[in-house]
């Protein structure tokens, strides 16, 4: 089946199996990211990529959920030393919060560390807030 779609003065024919084809594939890619960054929301690992397909280094605040009972000055010493950026700590030491430069590699190295549970985190904006 042929459809026409109508984009900046032109038409463009796709057929179905053209969007089956695309659907196939962003769902092994939505596997391949959830089985290589299983505590990292798939959203931030996408930005992420696309970053680091324009070229951009951008600064994100992430928000890190860790398991209870962490030794946070330790934790804090670590953040420091791989970042250079100092994190909050909420929820009896829960919840870390941080903003930094971030790309894939430094994802990873974040999300396969024993005490975290979650990862979120969107860029950082000029007002300093972000969406989570």
Known sequence: MLRNIFYTGQIFWITMSE???????????DNAIRTLFPKSDPILV?????????????????????KAGQNLEEMRDRVVQLTGMVPSFYLHGTQMIVSHHLNLEMLKRINDVDAVVKIKGSPYSAGGSSDF
């Open 46 to 66: 996408v930005n992420l990529i696309f970053d680091e397909k324009a070229g951009r280094n951008n600064i994100y605040t992430l928000e890190v959920n860790l």
């Open 19 to 29: 969007i089956e084809d695309v659907v196939k594939k962003f769902n092994e890619a």
